[in-house]
């Protein structure tokens, strides 16, 4: 499976960007994680694609959503309320399979392939 991330870019504290990401095959689940520079990468959100589950790291709570095109295997990241510590490089990752319990889904270790990333700079 190959994905593909797009929608980054650079704009100011309080605005909004959608982060795409297209599978080339169907997925278990696919998630969003961030690296900043300097700083570890973290989770930031993820859905399963059979039911919907999400699931969604505290710094992303109540700004950004997750949702998912079954049909185009793509999952969108509706970031809002954006803030300069949001910047970062995102990257999405997907799961082949279940092999875990949902919760398992925000941690990078159960990820079987990951996309290029796409650039988030957020300007104060």
């Known amino acids: 499976v190959q994905l593909q991330a797009s929608g980054g870019g650079l704009v100011q504290a309080g605005d909004s960007l959608r982060l795409s990401c297209a599978a080339s095959?169907?997925?278990?689940?696919m998630g969003w994680f961030r690296q900043a520079p300097g700083k570890v990468r973290e989770f930031v959100s993820a859905i399963i694609s059979s039911g919907g589950s999400t699931l969604y790291a505290d710094s992303a709570k109540g700004r950004f959503t997750i949702s998912g095109d079954n049909t185009k295997n793509t999952v969108y990241l509706q970031t809002n309320s954006l803030k300069p510590e949001d910047t970062a490089v995102y990257y999405c990752?997907?799961?082949?399979?279940?092999?875990?319990?949902?919760?398992?889904?925000?941690?990078?270790?159960?990820?079987?392939?990951w996309g290029q990333g796409t650039l988030v700079t957020v300007s104060s």
């Open positions: 990752a997907a799961a082949r399979g279940k092999r875990y319990g949902d919760s398992w889904y925000s941690k990078d270790v159960v990820y079987d392939y």
């Open positions: 095959g169907r997925t278990y689940a």
